[in-house]
């Protein structure tokens, strides 16, 4: 082999490894962004890469034949490691939908053209139009709170400013922490847990609750699972971890039980804490999952959809918001969660809806509070699904 050759030869190995190294930076950029099994992932394309690089070599200056075929197997392994880690987990986590993946949020937007918020026949007793009380508010709550909006609010004043400033929504422990920071002037959520409300007594603060209607607290499992009643003694034993495969309920079925919860402070964490009450619970099913700036945290995992799962929300979410047909509402001691029931009282689990301050109500909040009990409110949330309490 002569000089120049060589010389081309050491050149070309030199121009691929820099190419490697550019996508050796480049993939594990998009690596940690888009999964959550980063760092295996990013070890197993280094390895592919440094194989890949290993085999050019051999095919370069021909001589290492035991180099280009172990290099070679090599990096088909870690491709085929790399590409059976993400197919894995889709097949055995993301395939299985969760609650909130389809709810399309912009729908009950209050001025919306085809906006699904209620919009009451009868008018208002009175108008907001100046220093708007900005809402924040629970998921399932979202469009009761939006048709209050839409029904008092003066729409060229709310659409001067964006409509985050005015009306938004959150999970429950971060609409709390706002109303407790002074971040907006009223929520509607369920009543506060016990580590909430000593959130507010330590920054000198009361929460002032006012109940506007009744919303059962549902427990449901995959369409495909033939269950259809669950007792109350029964959940408790479930979510203690006493009761953990489906054949302890019913010997026809079978499987290790998936309980899914939420995170600590959601409302319907707390009315589950509620119903257990001196019953420990479990600790929560985990999983790794990206945060919102490409990290990955354990956390509590989301209500995947599988055949042994089980999980809960409140009715209107899970039947209104989330319609596919994919999970099926259990009854609670023989009674099913209808209106009906929830009018009646003779559902079990029945949580109140509130409307939530802890500064001194200003006039215009005082409003929102009153228009709820007007017959535009029970309008309002009798035709959104909920059931009212007509007493103030």
Not at 59 to 77: D, Q, V
């Amino acid at each position: 082999m002569n000089k120049t050759v060589l010389i081309l030869k050491i050149l070309l190995v030199c121009g691929i490894a820099a190419g490697l190294v550019f996508l050796w930076i480049v993939g594990c950029i998009a690596i940690s962004f888009a999964s959550v099994n980063p760092v295996s992932m990013i070890i197993f394309w280094s390895l592919l890469l440094i194989s890949l690089q290993l085999l050019t070599i051999a095919l370069i200056f021909r001589k290492a034949r035991k180099l280009w075929k172990w290099s070679g197997a090599s990096a088909l392994l870690f491709l085929l490691i790399m590409v059976f880690i993400p197919v894995y987990r889709y097949c055995t986590v993301d395939r299985f939908k969760q609650l909130n993946d389809r709810i399309n949020w912009y729908a009950y937007d209050p001025w919306r053209a085809e906006t699904k918020v209620v919009v009451v026949d009868g008018a208002p007793e009175f108008k907001i139009s100046k220093n708007l009380p900005k809402i924040d508010g629970a998921y399932a709550l979202y469009p009761v709170y939006s048709g209050v909006v839409r029904a008092l609010y003066d729409r060229k004043e709310f659409e001067k400013h964006s409509r985050w400033e005015w009306l938004i929504t959150n999970r429950s422990d971060v609409t709390f922490r706002r109303l407790l920071d002074n971040d907006t002037d009223l929520i509607f959520s369920a009543p506060p847990s016990k580590k909430q409300i000593a959130d507010a007594r330590a920054k000198g603060l009361k929460y002032e609750i006012t109940p506007f209607a009744k919303e059962a607290f549902v427990f449901f499992v995959n369409s495909k699972n033939p269950l259809k009643n669950l007792t109350s003694e029964q959940i408790r034993a479930i979510y203690s971890g006493e009761i953990t495969d489906w054949s302890q309920i019913d010997r026809s079925l079978s499987g290790k039980i998936k309980p899914f919860q939420r995170n600590e402070g959601s409302g319907s964490q707390t009315m589950l804490q509620k119903i257990m009450g001196n019953t420990p619970i479990m600790p929560p099913l985990k999983e790794d999952r990206l945060s919102g700036m490409g990290g990955i945290i354990n956390d509590v995992a989301g209500y995947r959809n599988y055949k042994e799962a089980i999980g809960f929300s409140f009715r209107f979410f899970s039947t209104e918001m989330f319609r596919n047909g994919e999970i099926r509402l259990l009854s609670i001691d023989g009674v099913e969660p209808t209106m009906e029931n929830i009018r009646n009282g003779t559902y079990p689990f029945i949580a109140d809806c509130c409307i939530i301050t802890v500064k001194p109500r200003g006039e215009n909040v005082r409003k929102i509070v009153n228009f709820m009990f007007s017959p535009a409110g029970q309008e309002l949330i009798e035709k959104t699904g909920y059931v009212t309490i007509p007493q103030f």
